[in-house]
């Protein structure tokens, strides 16, 4: 199956351009496409909550996508990264019009693979070292870091505070940890510490 991915930031912005080198690009490769998935969003949302994320999950193996430009996956190299990986992890093809990237299983797809986990690597230290420093800073000049006092034993400032009343209806319908953490979007490491602190620990 062959499937064309079109994301836009804004409503204003046109679909019909990457439509329009989509559909050249397959006619010159000799393709046709099975499926279009449209969506508009930011490339900073996470790729598992767009309809990007429901067709990666449905895809199979040498299955197809076909994008414009390798941003329109995402907007940080983290991300398209992360894509990347889990289309080589389930043998999912990713080909690019302006790019011409192709994901596949070979050499090159391999040695792109780890172009782009080298600058991840290069990234999160970059990052890692801007914020070592701006703490560093921050703390010179007597600015107080970390949570306020007392607040990693508030109740109502946990993340998961605002679905209290699901997840306490999706445990009494019998829903594993893993599902509810699923459709919740959420680390099921948060869902697991959350639930024996905050639920069990008030039933009794």
């Given at each position: 199956?062959?499937?064309?991915?079109?994301?836009?930031?804004?409503?204003?912005?046109?679909?019909?351009?990457?439509?329009?080198?989509?559909?050249?690009?397959?006619?010159?490769?000799?393709?046709?496409?099975?499926?279009?998935?449209?969506?508009?969003?930011?490339?900073?949302?996470?790729?598992?909550?767009?309809?990007?994320?429901?067709?990666?999950?449905?895809?199979?193996?040498?299955d197809?996508?076909?994008?414009?430009?390798?941003?329109?996956?995402?907007?940080?190299?983290?991300?398209?990264?992360?894509?990347?990986?889990?289309?080589?992890?389930?043998?999912?093809?990713?080909?690019?019009?302006?790019?011409?990237?192709?994901?596949?299983?070979?050499?090159?797809?391999?040695?792109?693979?780890?172009?782009?986990?080298?600058?991840?690597?290069?990234?999160?230290?970059?990052?890692s070292?801007?914020?070592?420093?701006?703490?560093?800073?921050?703390?010179?000049?007597?600015?107080?870091?970390?949570?306020?006092?007392?607040?990693?034993?508030?109740w109502?400032?946990?993340?998961?505070?605002?679905?209290?009343?699901?997840?306490?209806?999706?445990?009494?319908?019998?829903?594993?940890?893993?599902?509810?953490?699923?459709r919740l979007?959420?680390?099921?490491?948060?869902?697991?510490?959350?639930?024996?602190?905050?639920?069990?620990?008030?039933?009794?």
């Amino acid at each position: 199956m062959t499937y064309g991915y079109i994301r836009v930031s804004t409503d204003k912005q046109t679909v019909e351009n990457q439509r329009f080198e989509i559909t050249q690009f397959c006619t010159r490769e000799h393709l046709s496409i099975d499926g279009w998935i449209e969506e508009t969003v930011s490339g900073t949302r996470s790729y598992r909550t767009r309809r990007l994320g429901q067709l990666l999950r449905r895809m199979k193996r040498g299955d197809l996508l076909v994008c414009s430009e390798i941003s329109r996956l995402g907007r940080s190299v983290f991300m398209i990264m992360e894509i990347l990986s889990f289309c080589m992890e389930h043998e999912v093809r990713v080909w690019t019009v302006k790019d011409g990237y192709r994901l596949g299983n070979d050499i090159q797809s391999k040695v792109l693979a780890f172009a782009f986990a080298l600058s991840a690597e290069i990234e999160r230290n970059l990052i890692s070292q801007r914020t070592r420093e701006a703490l560093a800073r921050r703390k010179a000049e007597g600015v107080h870091i970390g949570r306020a006092k007392g607040s990693h034993n508030s109740w109502q400032a946990h993340p998961l505070y605002r679905h209290d009343a699901y997840i306490r209806r999706a445990l009494a319908k019998g829903l594993s940890q893993r599902e509810i953490a699923r459709r919740l979007h959420c680390n099921r490491n948060t869902l697991r510490a959350y639930i024996p602190k905050y639920i069990l620990s008030s039933e009794n």
